[in-house]
């Protein structure tokens, strides 16, 4: 008995080790200046159904002090979630957020590709117009980076995906050091 005990504890030990190996390699950056992300943590790598969605993050520089961030949103099996492009006002309408800094400025609004369009939604808790976005879709963040200096400036998007109705948080950190930008999956 004690030598089935160890045999599992063992098994399980080794499983949970490549777990975290692999998390660890998907988090890793692509270019110096892209990162992609597959957010999603490892019990939900083992569910039946793929995660309703993914997020990829890509920093390309414009101009000397411009840069283009760009979240790219996967949608899986009937995911959607509100735009910011949306008229109303709603608590879970994706959102692009950083930590109040003196090194980065937000541009420009941001931009959404493809642009969703208005619908009527009959549920009680939408109960009017709403732009859903129901395909993959790309948001562009045009930035002006204030300092020469290194920084590091944390941010996050925020969305709630339906029809699951779960309000999402995925933090970042952009980074500036010796003369490259690029952004990381922070805290997750």
Request: hydrophobic share 40%.
């Amino acid at each position: 008995m004690k030598i089935l005990l160890v045999v599992s504890i063992l098994f399980i030990s080794v499983g949970c080790n490549w777990d975290q190996t692999q998390s660890q390699d998907e988090l890793a950056i692509v270019a110096p200046q892209t990162a992609t992300f597959n957010v999603m943590n490892s019990e939900e790598k083992r569910e039946a159904h793929p995660h309703p969605f993914q997020v990829k993050f890509d920093m390309v520089q414009l101009e000397k002090d411009v840069y283009d961030f760009m979240v790219s949103m996967e949608l899986n099996d009937g995911a959607h979630f509100i735009s910011p492009n949306a008229k109303r006002d709603f608590k879970g309408k994706f959102t692009l957020q950083f930590d109040e800094n003196q090194e980065l400025e937000m541009v420009s609004d941001i931009l959404e590709t493809p642009l969703s369009v208005e619908e009527f939604d009959p549920h009680p808790f939408v109960d009017g117009y709403v732009n859903w976005v129901r395909e993959n879709t790309r948001y562009n963040q045009k930035l002006n980076r204030k300092v020469e200096n290194n920084f590091h400036v944390k941010g996050f998007i925020q969305f709630t995906i339906e029809p699951r109705c779960t309000l999402e948080k995925v933090p970042f950190i952009i980074k500036y050091e010796e003369g490259n930008m690029r952004v990381e999956l922070w805290g997750c």
